[in-house]
Each structure stands twice: as structure tokens, then as C-alpha cells.
């Protein structure tokens, strides 16, 4: 499985960007795709999560209510709109997939991983 991330960029506190993940490589029936996040000098960590028929869907605290996670299974993308963005969402954003299983959490049950795509919010 191949993952590429796209859409990072430098943008001013309260915009919006959009990063896609395009899926391509082996295929799982109802895999799950996820969104993760590292600042410099911090750990990975949960953004937001999606199974691939879209009935279940999984949020940070953090990010709730600013960013949507959202697939095009025509086009194998995941997308994560992200709004209002904070200098603290400032990180490299990865996509990661998972074979089978619910809107997880847990970088560990993500099998495959993107390169990744840099975000970065100025104040």
C-alpha cells in the first residue's frame, strides 16, 4: 500500500487547508485511514481517523469541530479539511492505513505510512 500526502503549506492563524491522501497499492475491503501529527520535538500523535464505508469516524479532543475527515472512494483520497487553524496545529501531518478495524487512535495499528506533509501557522 502506498500512501502520498498533499496540501500542506504555510498559512496565517485562522485559515483553512485541506490535506489529501491518495491510497493506491494492495486494497482491503473496509480498511481504515488516519490522520497523525508531529510537532518538532514532540511525539506522533492522533488527529482524525475514518473507515472506508464512512460509517465511523473519530476525532482528537483537540481538533474537533475545526477539522473533517472525508474519503472519495472513486478517487481513493482521504481528505482532512482543516479550519481555523491554531499555530499549535503548526506539525507534519501523516496518513497513515490500517487494513481492517474501527476509527482508531493508535498509531500501532496503522500498518502503512505516507512520507508526510508539512503544516505550518503563523501567529
Known amino acids: 500500500v502506498q500512501l502520498v500526502e498533499s496540501g500542506g503549506r504555510l498559512v496565517q492563524a485562522g485559515g483553512s487547508l485541506r490535506l489529501s491522501c491518495a491510497v493506491s497499492?494492495?486494497?482491503?475491503?473496509?480498511?481504515?485511514l488516519g490522520w497523525f501529527r508531529q510537532a518538532p520535538g514532540k511525539e506522533r500523535e492522533f488527529v482524525a481517523a475514518?473507515?472506508?464505508?464512512?460509517?465511523?469516524?473519530a476525532y482528537a479532543d483537540s481538533v474537533k469541530g475545526r477539522f473533517t475527515i472525508s474519503r472519495d472512494s472513486a478517487k481513493n483520497t482521504v481528505y482532512l479539511q482543516m479550519n481555523t487553524l491554531k499555530p499549535e496545529d503548526t506539525a507534519v501531518y501523516y496518513c497513515?492505513?490500517?487494513?481492517?478495524?474501527?476509527?482508531?487512535?493508535?498509531?500501532?495499528?496503522?500498518?502503512?505510512w505516507g512520507q508526510g506533509t508539512q503544516v505550518t501557522v503563523s501567529s
Open positions: 475514518i473507515n472506508w464505508s464512512g460509517a465511523n469516524l
Open positions: 497513515g492505513a490500517a487494513p481492517w478495524g474501527t476509527a482508531s487512535s493508535n498509531d500501532y495499528d496503522y500498518h502503512y
Open positions: 497499492g494492495r486494497t482491503f475491503s473496509n480498511p481504515v
